[in-house]
């Protein structure tokens, strides 16, 4: 695996990871190319190359991220909160336990890049990427959705995913704000996020089918089918 942009030039396999990863990026509106305003400073980024293997040990794919360096952030400019919930352990073995006693199918979901998916509140600038700034350009990228390696990148997944199923009726608990939970009628239907795994349960199956739909509509999801192993 490459340490460097020039090293990973070398190779047309991770050229083509790059291409793919900031065509990804620019399809997900992740910046605007904008000039850098007075009075402001731009972060810097890099590149982070991954070999994922099968489960045979066969080569998957050639994985490029683009990272931000958020250690270069300053707090109060360029973040403000950075806290995120997270799913405590006893919450997980309660919804386990109901889940069993009223004999309740389990369902396990991953967001893919699910840090990608959060909206940015400040107003944060990055270099361009490493070999993706035109000859001659001085733009840089304006931020409006969040990066890997950003202060704010876990809270704006997760103010993201909060209000999106809020608008499809669930409330967060107040015991463990990672839960969510919704009652219509005799329906109950109960989201458990820990960072990008959720665990889903209840004893409406249509009710969860059509969760999953709008998961589904709302992120890049991976069902992952009935629950075998969670953290």
């Keep these: 695996e490459p340490t460097s942009y020039e090293q990973a030039c070398t190779d047309a396999k991770w050229v083509a990871a790059m291409q793919s990863e ?29 070999i994922k293997y099968q489960s045979d040990g066969s080569i998957e794919r050639y994985k490029a991220r683009l990272v931000a360096k958020g250690f270069t952030q300053r707090e109060g400019i360029d973040y403000k909160e950075t806290f995120a919930p997270v799913a405590k352990l006893v919450t997980v073995r309660c919804l386990l336990t109901v889940a069993a006693v009223r004999n309740w199918h389990l369902h396990q979901m991953d967001v893919q890049n699910a840090f990608l998916h959060g909206d940015l ?38 103010q993201k995913f909060a209000s999106s199923v809020a608008n499809m009726g669930f409330q967060q608990s107040k015991a463990d704000y990672s839960l969510f939970i919704k009652v219509d009628g005799a329906s109950y239907t109960a989201i458990l996020l820990y960072v990008d795994d959720m665990i889903i349960t209840g004893n409406d199956e249509a009710a969860i089918h059509n969760l999953k739909h709008f998961l589904n509509s709302c992120f890049k999801i991976k069902d992952l089918g009935h629950l075998k192993y969670f953290l």
């Design 121 to 158: 509140l400040e107003e944060v600038y990055m270099q361009p990427p490493p070999g993706f700034r035109r000859q001659g350009e001085k733009l840089v990228c304006r931020l409006h959705k969040s990066l890997y390696g950003l202060k704010q990148a876990s809270r704006s997944w997760f």
């Design 22 to 50: 900031i065509d990804a990026l620019e399809a997900n509106h992740t910046w605007t190319m904008v000039p850098l305003p007075t009075g402001h400073r731009a972060i810097g980024c890099k590149w982070i190359y991954k």
